[in-house]
């Protein structure tokens, strides 16, 4: 039988709204059996400790269980491209760090394309970068650490936790922008990179701030900077890089939620708006705080914007910086 226009354009409205009852049905009864959440990081660290926070409220709001499920192998490219080919049905949750928008420009090779295979749910959490120098570097604000470096070119270094980390980025970012011969030492971590600059060694880091709080608070780092766009709470008197005279540096460790592309609007919006009263809990936000993290909580709409930025903007720097992707 062939349909006229107007019966093509009724049977496809039709279509069309059983789809849409169909999605907000899901919804409505989702989640109906367990959760999957892929943490593309090994247990015991920030990032699995806020993966597990979500799960767990999440697990308690909605009487389903959100089943963890650690896969750090490969810097964590393999479980963010298992979380990338699973059913868009909602029931695979990615709990990913910065890696997730770094790495598409690092690898040579991935199983995942962030912005295509991927929806964003929400950026959850965020900590900033920290810029620190060990005590004996004879410079007490950024002004007088450019001052230091220009006029000693190649003598100091900077620490980061290992190469094409978001904080060899932020160092990069900063050295770029201002022209400076300030070389980098990468380390295989966050902790080692922070013995070094205790001891002198790298006079200067750039690192999660996290990594660096505890020496900050004992006197055994002095912070000159943040790069977030507001003062730390946990560091009230340490300026922005912007506040210091170095703006456009902003950069943040993120821990993100993402669903597999395709997934029902009404299941993100529902995941997002729940997460956003989790992490605005005041004991949720208690445990945030200890490891140096601030929620945030943004819209689906907001995050997939700031990761298209993301992406594009630390592309522009792992070229410049002339960092060899990984084959």
């Not at 977030?228 to 009230?236: I, N, T, V, W």
């Amino acid at each position: 039988m062939t349909l006229t226009p107007r019966q093509a354009l009724i049977l496809a409205a039709s279509l069309a709204a059983a789809a849409a009852a169909s999605q907000i049905a899901a919804a409505q009864t989702y989640p109906s059996h367990p959760v999957r959440v892929i943490v593309p990081a090994a247990p015991g660290g920030p990032s699995d400790l806020i993966g597990r926070i979500i799960a767990q409220k999440l697990a308690e709001a909605w009487g389903q269980q959100f089943v963890v499920e650690n896969i750090p192998t490969g810097a964590g490219n393999v479980g963010v491209g298992i979380a990338a080919k699973a059913p868009p049905d909602g029931y695979t949750i990615l709990s990913p760090t910065s890696a997730v928008i770094v790495n598409p420009s690092l690898y040579a090779r991935l199983p995942y394309d962030t912005v295509r295979d991927f929806a964003a749910v929400t950026l959850a959490a965020a900590s900033p970068h920290v810029l620190t120098v060990t005590p004996s570097v004879p410079a007490s604000t950024v002004k007088e650490l450019i001052a230091l470096v220009q006029a000693n070119p190649g003598k100091y270094s900077y620490a980061s936790p290992g190469t094409g980390t978001t904080g060899q980025l932020a160092g990069e970012l900063f050295r770029l922008s201002l022209g400076l011969d300030l070389v980098h030492v990468p380390f295989n971590g966050g902790a080692p990179a922070a013995t070094s600059t205790i001891g002198g060694h790298t006079p200067v880091m750039f690192s999660a701030l996290p990594t660096a709080a505890t020496a900050i608070k004992d006197g055994n780092l002095r912070a000159l900077a943040v790069t977030s766009a507001k003062r730390d709470p946990g560091f009230p008197a340490v300026p922005t890089l912007a506040e210091a005279g170095v703006p456009d540096q902003e950069s943040e460790f993120i821990q993100a939620v993402l669903v597999p592309a395709g997934t029902p609007k009404e299941i993100i919006d529902k995941l997002q708006r729940e997460i956003a009263r989790i992490v605005a809990l005041p004991e949720v936000k208690q445990r945030l705080a200890a490891i140096g993290y601030t929620p945030v909580a943004n819209t689906p709409e907001q995050f997939a914007a700031q990761i298209r930025a993301d992406v594009a903007r630390w592309a522009k720097v792992i070229r410049g910086a002339g960092i060899k992707q990984i084959e």
